[in-house]
């Protein structure tokens, strides 16, 4: 892997001049610093309305400022309650002895981990035919998977069949394999409480408030029409620094 190890720090640079980002945002996304950053809300790298028609303006906006808002503020407040030192605790540092916390901690200091990432993974749409992993993880996805298209069909089962609210996830398991699952309401894969465990490098959000304004019931639409707005460079770029 340290090809991929090369390549990967040689691309981040590149990747984050076209992104945009600041330093701040990267060590944000790659929670690789440990100041309370980790815990703060960041803009959104696109405008409400940069996924249309996927995933309509309005909803971007309540979801992003209202929900996701909303577990970032309570889990600042659980933090002061519960005396987390944020400044020398990593988020996925908390997430990984959350048992040791309480359910409002659990909740909410999933929301923001599983919001942040959810937003740094998606991207204006594209044609579905072309918008896919290149490189590495698309060799690891044909190896794990057969196929990107069977890749999808298992993805999208296991969005579907997730009962009520919460997150479909591709993550690299405690093999170092990827691996596909599910996690109840706003837990995931780096919680200690979780029985599937790992590091998630895509997640789909499957609360109804992800999807009912423009799809109502039909969460199979909001799936099939989501592959056209992942941000698989992005993805990538987990892929390489979470395998190397
Ligand atoms: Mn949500």
């Given at each position: 892997m340290e090809t991929n190890r090369r390549t990967f720090l040689k691309s981040t640079a590149g990747l984050l001049a076209l992104s945009g980002w600041t330093a701040a945002a990267r060590d944000h996304f790659f929670s690789i610093?440990?100041?309370?950053?980790?815990?703060q809300q960041q803009p959104l790298?696109?405008?409400?309305?940069?996924?249309?028609?996927?995933?309509?303006a309005m909803t971007m906006e309540i979801h992003y400022t209202k929900h996701a808002a909303g577990y970032t503020k309570n889990l600042q407040d659980a933090c002061v309650a519960e005396k987390v030192d944020k400044v020398n605790t990593s988020l996925t540092a908390l997430l990984a002895q959350?048992?040791?916390?309480s359910e409002k901690m659990r909740n909410n200091a999933g929301g923001h981990y599983n919001h942040e990432l959810f937003w740094q993974t998606l991207h204006a749409p594209k044609d579905a035919a072309s918008n896919k992993p290149l490189g590495a993880l698309a060799a690891a996805i044909d190896k794990k998977f057969g196929s990107f298209s069977a890749f999808k069909e298992q993805f999208t089962e296991v969005a579907k069949s997730r009962f009520g609210s919460g997150w479909a996830w591709l993550l690299v398991g405690q093999e170092g394999l990827l691996q596909l699952g599910s996690t109840p309401n706003q837990d995931n894969p780096l919680m200690n409480t979780s029985p599937l465990k790992g590091v998630p490098l895509l997640g789909l959000d499957?609360?109804?408030?992800?999807?009912?304004?423009?799809y109502q019931n039909r969460r199979a639409d909001y799936i099939s029409s989501w592959w056209q707005v992942i941000n698989w460079p992005v993805v990538e770029q987990r892929f390489l620094q979470h395998m190397s």
């Open positions: 610093s440990t100041s309370d950053i980790n815990y790298p696109y405008m409400y309305a940069a996924l249309e028609p996927v995933i309509d959350i048992s040791n916390y499957v609360w109804e408030h992800a999807y009912y304004l423009r």
